[in-house]
């Protein structure tokens, strides 16, 4: 088994040509074990969503290469991507990206019958994590009946239903209050810890960047490892 479930080498992505060039990465590398989870902090602006998009292959680096359990994503043909980021990724945004048409079930159902699941298949799965995040008794409530706690809890189903090795998530529980985050970060916690899904995390919160195994800091284009036991160079607050 690899012992990298994610790598990003020498990673490059600039916008714009001529004078309109804006470098965002520039040489940027990472590693993360299989289990591990990882936060990536920095200043508001300096590209964390953009590194986790290209590291989930929603979006491609400028150059640079990026391995998924020793796989180099970016050699896959634009249909070989799709299955593999619906088959092998979870996303949970801070913006939950709900059907608001659709129940909870439903929603939770969608990737399994994009990944071609049959059905009866996925329905059983979909409210198999469900009821995994304490949602049990809200499958059938559309998502404008829900809490914003809820709705999360629901965008985290629909990240494990296909039972993904890799979750990535950027600012999970930043439309959150402090309470419902906390409980939200206690269930990323525990999908960890109990299947060794491996997870990064792009965060201003605090809370969140000191329980994870490792703090990586993006600046300048470049990453590197914070000391969890020091002052950082910045006060890191929700958004």
Not at 9 to 27: F, H, Q, S, T
Not at 120 to 138: M, P
Not at 185 to 210: G, K, S
């Amino acid at each position: 088994m690899a012992r990298w479930a994610l790598e990003a080498v020498d990673l490059y992505k600039a916008y714009g040509e001529g004078p309109r060039r804006v470098e965002i990465l520039k040489g940027a590398s990472l590693k993360v074990a299989v289990g591990e989870k990882v936060a990536i902090v920095g200043a508001s602006g300096v590209g964390k969503t953009t590194l986790l998009h290209i590291l989930g292959t929603l979006d491609r680096p400028t150059a640079g290469k990026v391995y998924h359990f020793g796989k180099d994503v970016f050699s896959l043909s634009e249909r070989e991507l799709s299955r593999f980021r619906n088959e092998r990724l979870g996303f949970v945004f801070q913006f939950h990206h709900l059907l608001p048409e659709f129940n909870a079930l439903e929603n939770v159902m969608l990737p399994a019958l994009i990944g071609g699941r049959p059905l009866a298949e996925a329905r059983a799965r979909a409210e198999e994590v469900l009821k995994q995040v304490g949602l049990g008794a809200r499958l059938f409530h559309r998502i404008g009946e829900l809490s914003g706690g809820e709705r999360q809890r629901v965008a985290i189903a629909r990240a494990l239903v296909m039972n993904p090795p890799v979750i990535l998530a950027d600012e999970p529980t930043g439309n959150l209050d402090v309470t419902t985050a906390r409980g939200v970060l206690d269930l990323l916690l525990h999908i960890n810890q109990t299947y060794a899904t491996t997870m990064v995390i792009v965060t201003h919160n605090l809370e969140i960047a000191v329980r994870m195994d490792r703090v990586l800091s993006l600046s300048e284009g470049q990453i590197v490892e914070l000391p969890k036991d020091q002052p950082w160079p910045w006060a890191l607050k929700e958004r």
